[in-house]
C-alpha cells in the first residue's frame, strides 16, 4: 500500500505530513514508557523483522498480490507508540533507498500505514483480550482479529485521503469498494503472519510480548507429591520466564531469520502488483502518478545496481536493507531509552 508520488496532490501530502509529524511526535515521547533495557534491542528488530517481511508478497486474487504492514505485529510485541516509530522507520527506509513509496507521500503512507494500523490494531486487540480468557492463546487469537480489521482500516483511511486530494477523477465509491475488497484478502495473510510471529515469541519469551504484559498464571506447588495451587498471594506472580529463551539468543534468532527472509526467500515472491497498484491500475488513480525522486538509488527497486543477477542483487539490496533498518531503528529506540533513563535522574526529580 505504499502510496507513490503524484496520487495525490501536494496540499493534502502537504496536511498529511504535519499529521504524521505529529504522530511521530506523540509516539516519542509515549515510547518512553514502553522501551526498556529489554524492549528497546527487540523494538529494532521488529523493525527489521516488518523490512524483511514487507518483501515477501504473496498472491491473493488473480494478478494481485499482498505483503505484510505490520503494525498490528509491531504494535502488539513492542507497544502502539514504538509500533508506530517501528513501522515509520521501514517506510522513510524503503522511501529513501529503495524508491518504494513516494518521498512527497510519506505523510501519507506514515499516516496510513503506520498511524492507522497501529492505532485500529491495537485498539482492537485490547478490546479483545479483555473479553477473552486470559491466556496466551487468547492473546494469538486477538492479535489475529487485531491484524486483520487493520489492512482494511488502512485501505478505507487511503481512500478518504483520495477522497480528499486524488489528483484523478474516479468515483469514490468505486474505490473503496476495490481497495476494501482486495485489502480483506490481504488482511487474512497480514493476520496470519502476525499470530504465527506473536505466538513464536510467547512461546520463547512472553515476557517480552507488550500485549501479554497483563497475563497471570497460577502458581502451583508440588505438595506431598501433588501439585496444589499456590495461595491467593502468590496467584498475582507474574508467570515466570522461561529459562531456555534468553534476550539475545531471541535477538540473533531474529536477525538471522530476517535476513535469510530478505536476502534469499525474497526472490520467490509474488511479482504480481500489491493491491493498491493494482486497483490504481485498474481504476485510473494512477494517471498522474510521477517517477520517484530516488529512482537513481543504488537499491531503486529492491536490487543492487550493477550486479546482473537477478536473485544475487535482491538477496544483496534485502540484506543491506535488514542491516540499515536495524541499526536505524535500533538507534531511535536506545536514544528514545536514553531519554527515559535521563527523565528519571534524581536531577530531573528533584530527589
Known sequence: MHVPDGFINAPTSAVAGVVAAGAVAVSLRGARRELDE?????????????????????PVAAGTSGHLLGGALAAILVGPYTGVL????????????????????????????????????????????KVLPNSRRSVTVASFVAAL????????????VYWIGGTTEVPIG?????????????????????SLTVGAVL??????????????????LRVNGELVDAPDAEEERTAPVPAGASRRTLWVSGLVTSLVLA??????????????????????????AREHAA??????????????????????AGVIGVGVTVVAGSAVFWAVRRRRTDDASPANTGV
Open 38 to 58: 529489554r524492549t528497546a534491542p527487540l523494538a529494532g528488530l521488529v523493525a527489521a523483522f516488518i523490512f524483511a517481511v514487507q518483501m515477501l508478497n504473496f
Open 263 to 288: 536476502g534469499f526467500v525474497s526472490f520467490y515472491a509474488s511479482a504480481s502488483p500489491d493491491g493498491l497498484e493494482k486497483v490504481a491500475a485498474d481504476k485510473g488513480i494512477d494517471a498522474k
Open 203 to 220: 512461546a520463547v519469551r512472553p515476557d517480552l510480548v507488550h500485549g501479554a504484559r497483563g497475563l497471570r498464571q497460577k502458581l502451583r
Open 86 to 129: 517501528c513501522v515509520s522507520v521501514v517506510l522513510l527506509m524503503q522511501g529513501v533507498l529503495f524508491a518504494d513509496g513516494g518521498l512527497t507521500a510519506l505523510g501519507v503512507n506514515i499516516t496510513v500505514m503506520a498511524v492507522v494500523t497501529t492505532v485500529v490494531a491495537y485498539t482492537a486487540f485490547r478490546a479483545l483480550v
Open 149 to 160: 480489521l487493520s489492512v482494511p482500516a488502512a485501505a478505507l483511511a487511503f481512500t478518504l
Open 174 to 194: 468505486k474505490v473503496a469498494t476495490a481497495m476494501v475488497g482486495v485489502h480483506v484478502l490481504i488482511g487474512i495473510g497480514e493476520a496470519v503472519i502476525t
Open 295 to 316: 529512482a537513481g538509488s543504488p537499491l531503486a527497486d529492491y536490487g543492487v545496481k550493477d550486479v546482473a543477477d537477478a536473485r544475487l542483487s535482491g538477496g544483496l
